[in-house]
């Protein structure tokens, strides 16, 4: 890939060539202590995304559930070098990126009410990972959002018409900033509302299919 990327939700834009961050969204440090606290005093073990001395690193404490296990063991196939377990995370004089915990849905819908409600300053997204069956809640800085990624890749790389696509409800804001808009088949109802166009379902390959149709070879 030669183009930025739009990563977390927009919490960074991470350019392939230079190997850096265009854009890094981090969140409160005294926020994400808080954050991080709580959640480990109710007994969960949060992935901690953050840049220590301009690296990437990605703290955990453990591996409980299948969700938990099949996002590492996927990262290491790729090998993913971010990866660091913990015994405490230790956050202080570092930069953290973004929170997010894999689990059932039961268990992160009632987490993310809670903290949505005691620390509103940060963004939420609650959502199903369509390949783990397991819900992801990721927590971000309020910047990060697609929609402000997309801003800034239109002024970045001078264009000035984008198409995207999404399944989710933390696609929402990149439809409203995107000239074109699909959703799959079988993506939130919401979002499906909103799209110019809804294509084949992630399952059958709806984007991959739809960009093929559209190649000029």
């Known amino acids: 890939l030669k183009l930025p990327i739009i990563l977390n939700n927009g919490g960074f834009i991470y350019d392939p060539v230079s190997n850096k961050n265009l854009v890094s969204n981090y969140m409160q440090n005294d926020i994400s202590k808080n954050l991080i606290d709580e959640i480990v005093t109710l007994n969960f073990n949060p992935f901690v995304h953050l840049e220590v001395n301009n690296q990437n690193k990605l703290y955990y404490s453990a591996l409980f559930n299948y969700g938990e296990r099949d996002y590492y063991d996927s990262r290491m196939k790729a090998n993913d070098k971010r990866f660091e377990k913990v015994k405490k995370y230790n956050i202080e004089n570092k930069k953290v990126i973004t929170i997010f915990l894999i689990g059932e849905k039961n268990e992160l819908t009632d987490l993310y009410e809670m903290l949505k409600e005691k620390y509103p300053v940060v963004q939420y997204h609650l959502f199903l990972d369509v390949y ?57 109802k919401n979002l499906i509302e909103l799209a110019d166009e809804v294509i084949g379902s992630n399952i059958e390959d709806g ?11």
């Open 132 to 188: 783990s069956h397991y819900y992801w809640l990721e927590i971000n800085s309020i910047n990060a959002t697609k929609k402000n990624g997309v801003k800034f890749l239109k002024k970045h790389l001078n264009i000035e018409n984008v198409t995207c696509f999404g399944d989710h409800l933390n696609d929402l804001s990149m439809f409203e900033e995107c000239d074109n808009s699909y959703a799959v088949k079988n993506a939130h």
């Open 207 to 217: 984007v991959a299919k739809f960009l093929e149709s559209r190649m000029i070879l």
